[in-house]
């Protein structure tokens, strides 16, 4: 029975489980399940088997083999063979030889087929076995070679290597070998089972959230791994200097006092910290500098001060790091805080908050560089989108006595006349398809009200409306109209080589997109939907 | 000093005894791995029993009596079809036959099992029996030609382009071997859906042949399945071929049956000899498996593990999982440990798994319950978020306040609350409804969420944050 250590907080029983497992007998197929750290997970699972597969020292006269396959990177059936095989070996394919694969010494193919496959893990096995029992001085070892196989994110399998899946969980027995394969995956085995009982049921194994004192834990740990990257031993130079250790400690557990809600992916939660460290030392390293003393002398109110300073930073590093609305290595740069940030009176140093709502910012950039009668389009496109075709008539129609626009009164939801549920806001549900005339008929009515006073007189066209009916029919309308096709502010839905029926379109840009434009062109937005925002 | 065992059950072990844990340990693990179905100690013979002497027979009878046989060995999953074939060619290994393992599962075509049965065929007489393998050959001498390596790259593909004709030329030539021939069809009836089934149809004609002629070794082809109506699925001409042979496997038939089989698993005999403490930790092990097999509730989950599913590999699932679970610091099988087993390995309840999920999971879920109630089973992103904002908005504005603070909920950007979302849709809590959502604006796409009311209200209470539970009880 293995014992090694743990260097995973919260890993423990697992650890021990599956180590436990490994060195005994493992089920022919396990599943390992985690919704939430399965980068951490699969680390675990490596380090458990190199401990296993590299240690003399175990026990067992077994000698174990192991091949991690990542289906994200193994897209093809063939990669997923020749990555297991390979590794099981230990063969890496060399340029210089034309990167081969390994060749059993029987000679036989085996990357082309499932068949093939299995024999080629059998005559891995026989040479394993073979340089196993021809290695070892000790006689009482028979050679016994296990295998064991971790396919980690399954479920990219059953997507796109479906026929895979089965022989996969079957393969111990169609092989025929000591062989394990273990599958990782943030799924429940019961969403990717296939159907009919095809596959045997596996060994569950389910890894627990971890709870924020392993989490705090388990990101100190990874400190000294850090530090020892940088070789300099100054303090100025190493960002991880060993010296600094119970500040990061401090630093990670307010860290993660703050983030902790919020995720609880180490990795995620790992590289917010790698952003925001530089700068949380920084000031404490600028004092150092200036006074070339050992900071000591009050570390109790350095702390406090510091935790003052960046609590709310912290907050920002999340909003923009978590969903990656930039990367670390540019907040961190962006965030830094000034020279002697500790003199300044309290509140006058603020993080900068121009990092929020980025993707929308970016497109409205795109967008203000637009002509202006795009943006009519865009704006006509989005109410084509939005308002339900029916209603047309009411919000732009224009009889000869110019009546008062109908708008839908306004009542609170409730239920729909008809008994079913209450109709969700277009906006919310998200575009629907128009078509290209109704859209251009729209930008008519939009034209009308909004632009006329910035035309210059025409003595030709005098009746009424007369202008913008030009305007609109101009081929200038058209191409824009392709134009932001292609700029994907609007999606075509029809076929572009589709003769019968009018093109169809849906708009793509966001609500607040829409809103700024309209505010720019001075068009009252709200106005002109059907229902509109409360 | 002894250990006691009566005194001392929750106690570490003492360092004496720690060799005769390790290999107890170690001995039932090894029997969890392949248990023997066929091991029940009652009077009268099981039907495995039964099974186990009709197959040992049918299997003599082609080996050593050069008899071509065929039949079908059918029993549910776990219920140790395979183990049985298994060791029924074990017994007759002295004669060597040539044993052809197919797997509906892999040779999902005649021509897939057609190749695989000609290179077991060379595998274990050395000779080729088929063109095939020759132009394979032929194709790796041409390697150093560059321009042929699409051709040579294909090769394992041409050999499935082989004319069917071969099919028949192949088949026969299993009746002029020089030893008997065993053929092992896994998920025979998926060898059944085949078109014309003309792979069955060659192996049971050829096992019909054999019976005519006088010179041959014998062939047995033994089908294996777990699907009742598999003999139905046949085709007339090869139904009439078929022996009709049917033998039938069960898993352990009775509670008490189980309940033996897992006791003399959890019992190892002959384990550890020599050690000078054997007896004395026998004992004690003895016993403790005794208690906690006669425990009332161990047995009453043991009962509803067999009242749900007659299936005896979720007994050996979850005898593992207790039995990896034991340290020397607890030494002892535990009530703890089996329910635990019982959640994990058998009934796997869905919420388990979400009771620490981060607070915009939280905020994402109690947001679809709410459009759950309104009457939209499926909802966007967007929807979510509707919901989310008006919430946190009617919070900020109410001018109460608790304990100095204001009772307004954690504020939670949109970019935070879409990724978190994706998160959720890849551990598949929300399952998209829509066919292909390619150019649909992914704020826009519909899911459902997979998670009913009942456990996203558990999950809340679990949280204990009071907002979140005021907010999903609007809900209802």
Redesign the interface.
């Known amino acids: 029975m293995e014992e090694t250590t743990c260097n995973f907080p919260g890993y423990e029983d697992f650890h021990y489980e599956l180590g436990t497992l490994f060195s005994t007998y493992p089920p022919p197929f396990i599943y390992v399940r985690d919704p939430e750290t399965s980068r951490t997970t699969s680390i675990v699972i490596d380090s458990i088997l190199r401990n296993l597969s590299g240690a003399s020292s175990v026990p067992t006269t077994t000698k174990i083999h192991y091949a991690r396959v990542d289906c994200v990177s193994s897209f093809t059936a063939r990669l997923i063979y020749e990555s297991i095989i390979n590794t099981l070996v230990g063969w890496e394919p060399t340029w210089q030889d034309g990167c081969g694969n390994w060749s059993s010494p029987q000679d036989i193919r085996w990357n082309d087929s499932l068949d093939s496959f299995i024999h080629g893990l059998r005559a891995a096995h026989a040479h394993l076995s073979q340089q196993k029992a021809s290695t070892s001085t000790d006689k009482t070892n028979d050679g016994k070679v296990r295998f064991v196989i971790v396919v980690e994110r399954a479920e990219r399998l059953s997507d796109s290597l479906p026929e895979l899946l089965v022989p996969f969980t079957r393969l111990a027995e169609l092989a025929r070998l000591d062989l394990s394969v273990v599958f990782l995956s943030q799924v429940e085995w019961e969403d990717i089972k296939p159907p009919l009982g095809a596959s045997p049921d596996p060994y569950y194994m389910d890894i627990q959230s971890l709870s924020k004192e392993d989490i705090v834990r388990n990101l100190i740990s990874n400190f000294p791994a850090l530090s020892k990257i940088s070789r300099s031993n100054s303090i100025l130079q190493n960002i991880y200097h060993p010296s600094l250790k119970s500040l990061y400690a401090h630093f990670i557990t307010i860290l993660c006092d703050v983030c902790y809600p919020f995720t609880h992916n180490l990795q995620e939660l790992q590289y917010i910290a790698a952003a925001r460290w530089p700068g949380f030392r920084k000031p404490l390293l600028d004092e150092y500098k200036e006074q070339q003393r050992q900071m000591a002398a009050d570390v109790e109110a350095a702390r406090m001060r510091l935790n003052r300073l960046f609590n709310s930073t912290i907050t920002t590093a999340l909003d923009a790091l978590l969903p990656r609305l930039t990367n670390a290595a540019d907040w961190a740069r962006d965030n830094e805080p000034p020279e002697g940030v500790f003199s300044l009176p309290r509140g006058q140093w603020q993080p900068q908050q121009q990092q929020q709502g980025l993707t929308v910012q970016q497109q409205d950039e795109n967008m203000t560089n637009l002509p202006r009668i795009s943006k009519f389009i865009l704006i006509a496109s989005f109410i084509a989108s939005t308002n339900p075709p029916k209603s047309d008539l009411r919000m732009f129609g224009r009889g000869v006595d110019e009546r008062k626009r109908k708008r839908r009164a306004t009542k609170a939801a409730g239920k729909s006349k008809s008994g079913g549920p209450p109709k969700v806001a277009q906006r919310l549900v998200g575009p629907t398809p128009f078509v290209l005339d109704r859209m251009i008929a729209i930008l008519g009515a939009l034209l009308e009200d909004n632009d006329v006073e910035s035309r210059l007189a025409d003595r030709q066209l005098t009746i009424p409306g007369e202008h913008t009916d030009m305007e609109i029919a101009r081929v200038g309308i058209f191409s824009s109209v392709m134009e932001q096709t292609s700029m994907r502010l609007l999606h075509r839905t029809t076929h572009a080589d589709r003769l019968d029926g009018p093109p169809m379109f849906k708009c793509a840009i966001s609500y607040d997109a829409a809103t700024v434009l309209a505010k720019e062109l001075k068009i009252t937005l709200n106005d002109l939907l059907w229902d509109p925002i409360a | 000093m002894k250990f006691d065992a009566s005194t001392n059950l929750s106690g570490p072990l003492p360092d004496y005894l720690l060799p005769c844990f ?1 290999a107890y ?2 001995e039932i ?2 029997t ?3 248990p023997s179905v066929a091991s029940s100690q009652t009077e009268s013979p099981s039907i495995n029993d039964i099974a186990a002497k009709q197959l040992t027979d049918l299997v003599d009878g082609t080996v050593l009596r050069a008899e071509g046989n065929s039949c079908l060995l059918l029993g549910p ?2 219920s140790g079809k ?1 183990q049985m074939i298994d060791a029924c060619i074990e017994k007759v290994a002295f004669k060597r036959p040539i044993v052809l ?1 197919l ?1 509906g ?4 075509t005649d021509r ?1 099992a057609l ?2 049965i000609a ?1 077991q065929l060379l595998q274990q007489t050395g000779t080729a029996l088929l063109p095939d393998t020759e132009m394979h050959a032929e194709a790796e001498i041409d390697e150093e030609n560059p321009f042929l390596e699409v051709a040579d ?1 294909l ?3 041409s050999n499935l382009t082989l004319p069917p004709s071969h099919l028949h030329a192949l088949i026969p030539i299993l009746l002029t071997l020089s030893r008997p021939v065993i053929v092992v069809l ?1 998920a025979f009836d998926l060898f059944a859906l085949h078109p014309r089934q003309s792979l069955l149809y060659c192996l049971l004609d050829t096992v019909q042949n054999c019976r005519a002629s006088s010179e041959n070794r014998g062939i047995a082809v033994v089908g294996i399945t ?1 699907r009742v109506d598999s003999v139905q699925l046949l085709e007339k001409r090869v139904k009439s071929r078929f022996s009709g042979r049917t033998i039938r496997t069960a898993p352990p038939g009775s509670l008490q049956e189980s309940l033996a089989m897992a006791k003399i698993i959890m019992q190892p005999s002959g384990v550890c000899e020599g050690d000078t403490h054997k007896e004395e930790w026998k004992q004690w092990w003895n016993e403790g498996v005794q208690k906690f097999l006669e425990d009332n509730e161990v047995a009453t989950i043991l009962n509803e593990t067999f009242g749900l599913s007659r ?1 005896f ?2 007994m050996i ?1 979850m005898l ?2 207790c039995v ?2 034991l ?1 020397p610091n607890q030494p002892n099988l535990s009530l703890k440990a089996v329910i635990a087993s019982a959640e ?2 058998r009934s ?1 309840p ?1 919420r ?5 999920l ?3 999971a939280l905020c994402l879920l109690i947001a679809s319950a709410h459009a759950d109630t ?3 089973k499926s909802f ?1 992103f ?2 979510l978020y ?1 919901t989310y904002k008006d919430q946190v908005r009617a919070l900020v504005s109410a001018p109460v306040q608790f304990n100095g603070g204001s009772i307004g909920m ?1 504020r ?5 609350l ?3 979302f994706e998160d959720l849709v ?3 809590i929300f399952t998209c409804t829509m066919a292909s959502p390619s ?3 992914k ?2 796409i519909k899911y459902r969420c997979a998670v009913d009311r009942h456990d996203i209200k558990g999950i809340v209470e679990k949280a204990g944050s009071t907002n979140l539970k005021k907010w999903l009880n609007k809900s209802q």
């Not at chain 2, 388990?352 to 620490?356: E, S, V």
């Open positions: 390790n340990k170690h693990l090894k969890l791995h392949s999953r776990g395979s393992r797997s599962w892999v040779q999902t897939h190749r695989e290179f790259h090769s394992g593909e896994d777990s299936d590999k979720i699932r593992t999982r990896t679970q340290t994990i390995q796997r869905r388990k798994h979400l009771d620490n981060p607070y915009p309104g009457g939209h966007t967007e929807m509707e954690m939670c950007p949109r970019e935070v879409i990724s978190t890849a551990v598949k150019i649909i604006a704020q826009f």
